[in-house]
């Protein structure tokens, strides 16, 4: 495998589906990569809880949650151990893999967020709350961004909540989900500027905001 810095930010990266920028399905070696990435980090003791916390504290006990944009599995595992139950889904199928051997506990689907049906893939039950962490809607490409969010709200029990990270300044931002959520069936109830619920600022480097179907 070729080095990486870990401490690289990951670009979005057009590719052969015009829903995805997600540079791993156009290259293999950056999925084991990123695999790698966060095995290492958590062998080394790195806090990689902060947002699966968050959502721990939103749901009821034994919640049924899911992890949209899953990657390899951080969030959605660290949640099951909690013992919620957790769906997790990806549009790379070798984080998939990992996150199946990796946490073995919750349930990791293949599945295009723009077009996500579970309901297809043998999981109709809806959820109490939703996840999509990190930089996950930077990957989508942006006229898909609106669909994104109807289809997670579809997925969703009426007063479900759905928790939402992005940048401020580049990428998907604030502006960008403000301007999608009524559509989609959302209202915004709170925004932090931190996972662990610092106060937000306009000044803020990154944004999480709490949405309510």
Do not use: K
């Not at 670009?11 to 156009?26: A, K």
């Not at 293949?110 to 039950?125: K, M, N, R």
């Not at 007063?159 to 999608?180: E, I, N, Q, S, W």
């Amino acid at each position: 495998m070729s080095e990486r810095d870990p401490q690289v930010p990951i670009e979005p990266t057009p590719g052969v589906r015009d829903t995805t920028l997600w540079p791993g399905l156009e290259d293999p070696e950056h999925s084991r990569w990123y695999v790698d990435r966060f095995r290492t980090m958590a062998a080394d003791g790195q806090d990689l809880q902060g947002e699966s916390r968050l959502v721990d504290v939103l749901a009821p006990r034994g919640a049924r949650l899911l992890d949209a944009g899953c990657g390899p599995g951080r969030h959605g595992g660290h949640l099951a151990r909690l013992g919620h139950t957790v769906v997790g889904v990806d549009i790379d199928p070798a984080l998939i893999r990992a996150a199946r051997e990796d946490y073995p506990g919750a349930t990791w689907l293949v599945g295009d967020l723009a077009t996500l049906d579970l309901a297809a893939l043998g999981e109709p039950e809806p959820f109490d709350g939703a996840l999509v962490a990190g930089n996950v809607m930077d990957f989508v490409a942006e006229p898909h961004r609106g669909e994104v969010l109807s289809r997670l709200r579809a997925h969703l029990r009426a007063g479900g909540f759905l928790v939402v990270g992005c940048r401020v300044v580049r990428g998907f931002t604030p502006a960008h989900l403000d301007a999608a959520t009524g559509a989609a069936g959302l209202r915004l109830e709170h925004r932090f500027a931190t996972w662990d619920l610092r106060p937000w600022h306009t000044d803020a480097d990154f944004c999480v905001s709490v949405l309510r179907a």
